[in-house]
């Protein structure tokens, strides 16, 4: 009853929109240009029941997300070695600029030429995330407060309790942060590359496809698909990291 | 003993000049002074934090194992008071109880030990910060830099009582505004003269 009390703006606000959607069907008139919200969910109810639907979600998620955490180990330590050593974090700069400014589609473009189809939607979705969790890492690190660190300095704390105590609770906010908006940012531009490259088995190609064919309701329905995953992924993510946060002892940004 | 032989610092202007001082190897010593005085430079510089001076002192900073209470706690907002303490012993789960038992010495109530940082008192705050320089039992000098700022008289004086039983052998200088508590809990009591300091009377 709780539940169902709280829950009853959302689901209202939900149905307000799904009419207002479902009006727009109507008045449009056609599947091709807008399918209504009943044709969307059962054709995602058929695809939902084919094998295939669970292989191409999952090997979608496995590409991108292998970018991604790849681009938070990446820049995690990079951000670490460049706290450390100034002169790497100025030759970095550039490239870090060059990136973040070079719009998704010329390096989509671009790394068609130079990997494989299979690999793109993984180095879009580490192109994504890796300057953002790297220029907030380093931003955490450079912000641990001064005072703290002198007096580790006076206590002669070891390396690795300066690390988990003082480092680790400083930075976990901006990592946290950066990891939570990149991650999302990661999904979308890592399914757009598999559009655009056509890649094997992913949701990407059945986007492309749908569109091919003129199939609006198949792209309803795989869009469908992203944006569940993406708001699950979040959700997920928000309840790990609160979880980290709690272990490592830091406060969420 | 440590002797300081004209013993300079500057930062834009000098705060030190030419400072000839010797300090006795244990007891408690107050030193007083007027804000501004040097007072804390002079307790960075032999806990081995500022090491931009001219002059000698002997044994050096850095010869010696030093604990100190800053004048702001610094504590981790982000651990217990007693965890605060139990830092400086390599935060391990053995030294946990000895932390807390210093709190409790310190006039600590039980429920506040698992208290964070903010949610203590200023003067609660300046106790974790004693308490986590007392806990550690072999320092050769205890600096303690405006220890008693926050407390009441009463709190204070338990605090004097508790640094000496838990310092005896070694020396403890402390920064002390109120001259009256400053002599009725010291063995010594330096006034700082001149500006920049150039001698401790």
């Known amino acids: 009853m709780k539940i169902l009390k709280k829950s009853a703006p959302f689901l209202g ?4 929109w799904v009419l207002l959607w479902q009006l727009a069907a109507w008045k449009t008139g056609t599947a091709l240009l807008l399918p209504s919200p ?5 054709r995602l109810w058929e695809l939902a029941h084919t094998a295939e639907f669970f292989k191409i979600t999952a090997l979608s998620l496995l590409r991108v997300f292998a970018g991604a955490l790849s681009a938070i180990i990446a820049g995690t330590l990079l951000a670490a070695l460049c706290a450390r050593f100034k002169v790497l974090e ?3 700069a550039p490239v870090i600029t060059v990136v973040r400014a070079t719009p998704v589609a010329s390096f989509i473009i671009l790394a068609m030429l130079w990997i494989g189809r299979g690999v793109l939607p993984s180095f879009i979705s580490f192109l994504m995330v890796f300057p953002i969790v790297f220029t907030n890492v380093l931003e955490g690190i450079s912000q641990v407060p001064k005072d703290l660190l002198e007096m580790a300095r ?3 704390l070891s390396p690795i309790l300066k690390l988990r105590r003082i480092y680790l609770p400083s930075v976990a906010p901006y990592f946290t942060s950066a990891a939570r908006s990149s991650l999302g940012l990661s999904w979308k531009a890592g399914i757009s590359a598999e559009v655009l490259a056509f890649s094997p088995d992913s949701i990407g190609k059945m986007i492309s496809q749908s569109k091919n064919h003129l199939e609006t309701v198949d792209l309803f ?6 944006i569940i995953l993406s708001v699950g992924i979040e959700f997920l993510f928000s309840r790990g990291i609160e979880r980290l946060g709690r272990r490592i002892g830091g406060k969420s940004k | 003993m440590i002797k300081m032989t004209s013993l300079c610092r500057s930062f834009d202007k000098e705060i030190i000049k030419g400072l000839d001082a010797t300090l006795p190897s244990c007891g408690f010593v107050s030193i007083c002074g007027p804000s501004g005085c040097g ?6 510089i032999l806990a081995g934090l500022d090491t931009d001076y001219s002059g000698s002192i002997e044994p050096s900073p850095r010869e010696m194992k030093v604990s100190m209470a800053f004048q702001e706690p610094r504590l981790l907002p982000w651990r217990t008071a007693a965890e605060n303490v139990n830092l400086v012993l390599g935060d391990k789960k053995e030294t946990l109880q000895s932390s807390a038992e210093l709190l409790l010495e310190l006039g600590f109530e039980k429920g506040d030990l698992s208290k964070l940082p903010d949610e203590l008192s200023g003067g609660m705050k300046a106790r974790v ?3 986590r320089a007392l806990a550690i039992s072999d320092a050769q000098l205890y600096i303690f830099d405006e220890p008693f700022a926050s407390l009441d008289a009463e709190t204070a004086r338990l605090c004097a009582r508790v640094i000496r039983a838990r310092t005896a052998g070694a020396l403890c200088l402390a920064v002390i505004h109120d001259t009256k508590l400053a002599h009725e809990i010291s063995d010594e009591v330096l006034y700082c ?3 920049p300091l150039t001698a401790l009377e």
């Open chain 1, 13 to 16: 606000v939900a149905l307000f």
């Open chain 1, 90 to 92: 100025r030759l970095l």
């Open chain 1, 154 to 156: 006076l206590f002669r």
């Open chain 2, 39 to 44: 007072k804390s430079t002079l307790l960075r």
């Open chain 1, 221 to 226: 329905a795989w869009t469908a698909v992203i």
């Open chain 1, 38 to 42: 009943l044709e969307t969910l059962t």
């Open chain 2, 193 to 195: 003269k001149g500006s």
């Open chain 2, 129 to 131: 910060s004693l308490a």
